[in-house]
């Protein structure tokens, strides 16, 4: 009686471990769509992915579109669980406390770049205004990261004196303001120039400085500092 044939592979097992070998020699060669299909190797092990993958890049352009996607909006691709979904949202978490942590406790003023990259992979993409503050100590190292206000598609609350009473708390010596517009247009308007003199006399009794006021979108970051708005 003939042996039986041992179960054939499937064909897309081969393919994930070239795309892996790919990967390893060479990262930045990946088509979005090819590091996509890495991620999703993760979620859903017994599959083909690679119709999935292109599904994603169709609907949301780029990687950073679908790391982006609300939850419903990625359970709307056809092959994307709520499972698959929460792993896609965790991946983009790491990447953001990846960032965070890359400007925690370190002189801000000297890694002025890595402030910008983590607050426009934080709040770029976002449809609603938050109102951000970084909090400084006297060598001017990130104490605190927080967002002190959520608005709505154009525009945030922000108050003085409760920004004043909480860098107290702290001891914060100084601050960096950051809001961003959901627009995608970044230049300042008449109220963001009016709330940063706002914050800045509210400061004044206390020696705390506001360094600058971000306003981030996804069309680039716009600094009150370089603008000679502060």
């Known amino acids: 009686m003939p042996e039986p044939k041992p179960a054939e592979k499937p064909h897309h ?3 994930r471990d070239r795309l892996r070998e790919r990967f390893v020699n060479a ?11 890495l991620l999703l190797f993760m979620a859903i092990p017994r599959k083909d992915v690679k119709p999935i993958a292109k599904q994603l890049i169709d609907r949301f352009k780029n990687v950073n579109g679908v790391l ?22 965790a991946i983009r978490a790491a990447g953001l406390r990846l960032l965070k942590q890359n400007i ?16 426009e992979a934080a709040m ?3 449809n609603k205004e938050h109102f951000r503050i970084i909090f400084l100590n006297k060598k001017n190292e990130v104490i605190a990261d927080e ?4 608005g709505t598609v154009d525009h945030t609350p922000a108050y003085p004196r409760e920004i004043m009473k909480r860098a ?37 009794p206390f020696d705390i400085i506001i360094h600058d006021h971000l306003i981030v979108s996804r069309n680039g970051t716009q600094s009150f500092k370089s603008l000679g708005l502060i």
């Not at 990262?27 to 299909?37: A, G, H, I, N, V």
């Not at 996607?69 to 949202?89: E, F, R």
């Not at 967002?147 to 959520?150: A, F, M, R, Y």
């Open 27 to 37: 990262p930045d060669s990946l088509p979005d769509y090819e590091l996509l299909e």
């Open 104 to 119: 925690m406790e370190r002189p801000l003023l000297n890694s002025w770049q890595r402030l910008i990259e983590y607050v």
């Open 147 to 150: 967002v002190q206000q959520t």
């Open 168 to 204: 107290l708390e702290l001891s914060a010596t100084a601050l960096i303001l950051v809001h961003n517009h959901p627009s995608g247009d970044p230049t300042p308007s008449q109220p963001d120039i009016t709330l940063t003199k706002q914050v800045i006399q509210a400061g004044a």
């Open 13 to 15: 097992t081969g393919h």
């Open 68 to 89: 982006n996607a609300s939850l419903n909006d990625l359970q709307g691709i056809k092959g994307i669980s709520h499972n698959t979904a929460i792993a896609i949202h």
């Open 124 to 126: 770029a993409n976002e």
